[in-house]
C-alpha cells in the first residue's frame, strides 16, 4: 500500500538550537555548568524551550572561540 503524504520538514540551519546542554557540553569537552556561567555572564544566549536550553552549531563554535580566548590568550 502506498502513502502519497507531503511532509513538510524544517530544514536545520547552523543557528537552529538542536543540542541538548549535556550533549553542547560533551562536545566541547565542559561541564554543563560553564555553560550555564557563560549564560549567566552574557557570553551566550542558548535557544530555549521553557527551562531547556538549545545549542546551535553556531552556538557551539562560539563558545569554542569564547574558550580559546579565556585560556590560551588569558
Request: charged share 20%; aromatic share 8%; glycine share 10%.
Amino acid at each position: 500500500m502506498t502513502s502519497n503524504y507531503i511532509v513538510e520538514v524544517d530544514l536545520i540551519t547552523p543557528d537552529t538550537g538542536v543540542y541538548a546542554i549535556g550533549v553542547a557540553s560533551q562536545i566541547l569537552g565542559v561541564h554543563p555548568l560553564t555553560l550555564c556561567i557563560y549564560e549567566d555572564d552574557g557570553l551566550i544566549k542558548p535557544a530555549r524551550n521553557g527551562n531547556r536550553r538549545f545549542f546551535s552549531a553556531n552556538d557551539i563554535t562560539w563558545i569554542g572561540c569564547i574558550r580559546k580566548m579565556i585560556h590560551d590568550e588569558g
